[in-house]
């Protein structure tokens, strides 16, 4: 006769599962905090429900049947799982979880490799990142702090430039020694640079048109040979020779720092916008003001910070 639709006990589940896994019933009492008899009447309650024989009571401890030994990891699994998700939901001595949307470029180029400072100095957070190509300065509904690449107008939230940002010409250091003569980094001749591979990433309001319009070049209309939805993917490509990358100083930092990429003309662009952190208007928690600070300290040194006065009570 088929069993029921429907999940044995829960307590004889837990009873079965720590006794299975312990293989002593005493041991599973003290666990479970109930005497030994009343786990000896879950588990025959659940063998009643199962139609089954659980265990061999024998002389050393329980040995568990066939059957027993199939189920026990399928209930420890769960059990296990249901716990973890129970204490990162609802129980509040479990680290708190702080959600943090960006844009995947900020993410790759300068947070991740950064993470581990932060975890060092506050070990009792965890963190969760929502990066995304394309942040909406909205993300902040979902998250518990949002840093957005914009022009800022996020309505609705509190809103702080940290970053300011110019546009600019980067290349590999192989690129510009297979195009200009040794101990020349950078391109003066904008005839030359018309005929370069050119990079750039797709949905910025700014482009290459721009750049070589800036410079009294209105009538030329550039069609980059690469191109790339993502910054950080577009400086890869830079990284590896392929071309030359109009984009923003921030991105490119890291690989400026660490000559990965060159500036390879002299002529920038002010950003309209530039980096921001947006937070939503309800009271600063902790562990956001624990992020929020890091985050201004780790950004103190940088050429293109902005804003990085910070308080909770911002």
């Known amino acids: 006769m088929p069993l029921p639709q429907v999940l044995p006990p829960l307590n004889a589940l837990r009873a079965f599962e720590v006794a299975a896994r312990l293989k002593n019933l005493a041991k599973a009492a003290a666990e479970l905090h109930v005497t030994q008899g009343a ?6 309650l659940l063998e009643q429900y199962l139609d089954t024989q659980l265990f061999y009571r024998r002389a050393r401890g329980l040995e ?7 189920y026990l990891p399928v209930l420890t699994q769960a059990f296990t799982s249901m716990q973890a998700t129970t204490n990162e ?11 943090v949307a960006c844009g995947t470029t900020f993410a790759q180029c ?4 950064r993470l581990p400072k932060f975890f060092a ?11 995304s190509a394309w942040p909406t300065g909205q993300s902040v509904n979902d998250a518990d702090v949002e840093i957005c690449h914009g022009e800022g107008g996020f309505s609705g939230y509190r809103v702080q430039r940290i970053i300011k940002e110019d546009w600019m010409l980067v290349a590999s250091p192989s690129f510009v020694r297979a195009h200009l003569e040794e101990g020349i980094s950078q391109f003066t001749d904008l005839e030359q640079i018309k005929t370069l591979p050119l990079i750039s990433t797709l949905g910025f309001k700014m482009g290459w048109r721009n750049w ?3 410079l009294g070049e209105d009538d030329f ?3 980059p040979l690469f191109e790339s939805n993502h910054t950080s993917t577009a400086l890869e490509m830079t990284e590896a020779g392929v071309g030359i990358l109009f984009g923003l100083s921030f991105c490119f930092r890291s690989a400026l720092d660490e000559g990965k990429v060159l500036k390879v003309h002299e002529h920038t662009i002010p950003a309209e916008g530039g980096q921001y952190l947006i937070l939503p208007t309800a009271t600063i928690t902790p562990k956001v003001d624990a992020f929020c600070a890091w985050l201004m300290e780790e950004l103190a040194d940088h050429p293109e910070r902005d804003n990085l006065e910070w308080s909770s009570s911002y």
């Open 89 to 99: 939901l609802f129980v509040s001595d479990y680290r708190p979880t702080i959600k």
């Open 110 to 113: 300068w947070l991740m490799p």
């Open 221 to 223: 209309q550039p069609e």
């Open 121 to 131: 100095k506050h070990p009792e957070y965890r963190l969760r990142l929502l990066s």
């Open 64 to 70: 568990l049947t066939d059957s027993a030994k199939a």
């Open 39 to 44: 786990v000896s009447q879950q588990i025959k």
């Open 212 to 214: 070589f319009s800036d």
